[in-house]
């Protein structure tokens, strides 16, 4: 009953350092998306995808890039890492948005020196 | 995304019972009210969905009136453990992506 697995649980990069997040689940999910949380604050939407070979960009996608070849897999991309990018990165699934039910990955801790 | 306000902040105590409530003035027909759970450095939970008059499971209970222009998360006889960020969200029927607001952040006192 692995749901929603994201890796790694904790990463420290150097300013202009790229680095990939990667977020897989098992559980057949169309809808995938990226949410990142600074300290104190809300979710806020990095990208999103409603199935394999389809993404488009949330509330905060500048600095990211995503792809989806898979159904099960959403990784997200770190072009250029910046201090501003120091945050935690949390991945969901779910049936579809409209559904309003999202299962979440247990969350990437990244530091940006 | 029909928009939603919920308070800030709340405090309680240890077996009181807790009333979180958000507005969303502007939600259409077909539109469900959800509810989610966030305890420190964990991924939020989905808790409680609903669409009219009163919803209960084992983590809550959700009222609506019948306008919907707001609901109400109940959390019975609260223990610390219900410390934790509840987010209320109204996403449309057609929706294309889930976006969170800041969310209300619940203290339990002993």
């Known amino acids: 009953n692995a749901g929603v697995t994201q890796t790694p649980k904790f990463q420290v990069l150097k300013t202009g350092q790229s680095m990939t997040l990667q977020c897989a689940q098992d559980m057949n999910h169309e809808y995938m998306s990226w949410y990142r949380q600074d300290p104190g604050m809300g979710l806020r939407l990095i990208h999103y995808?409603?199935?394999?070979?389809?993404?488009d960009q949330g509330e905060v996608p500048n600095g990211y890039n995503v792809s989806r070849s898979t159904t099960e897999d959403f990784p997200l991309r770190l072009l250029s890492a910046a201090p501003s990018q120091t945050s935690v990165y949390f991945c969901?699934?779910?049936?579809?948005?409209?559904?309003?039910?999202?299962?979440f990955g247990e969350g990437s801790r990244l530091t940006v020196l | 995304l029909a928009k939603t306000t919920q308070p800030i902040s709340m405090d309680s105590y240890e077996g009181q019972e807790v009333n979180i409530t958000c507005s969303h003035n502007n939600i259409a027909t077909n539109d469900y009210i959800t509810w989610y759970q966030q305890f420190p450095s964990q991924g939020p939970r989905f808790i409680i969905q609903?669409?009219?008059t009163k919803v209960t499971n084992e983590v809550a209970s959700l009222f609506i009136p019948a306008d919907r222009k707001s609901s109400t998360l109940s959390l019975p006889r609260v223990s610390l453990s219900d410390t934790a960020v509840y987010y209320c969200l109204v996403p449309y029927s057609s929706a294309s992506k889930i976006i969170f607001g800041s969310g209300t952040r619940l203290s339990i006192r002993p």
């Open positions: 609903g669409y009219k």
């Open positions: 969901a699934s779910g049936r579809g948005p409209d559904t309003g039910e999202l299962f």
């Open positions: 995808s409603v199935g394999a070979g389809i993404t």
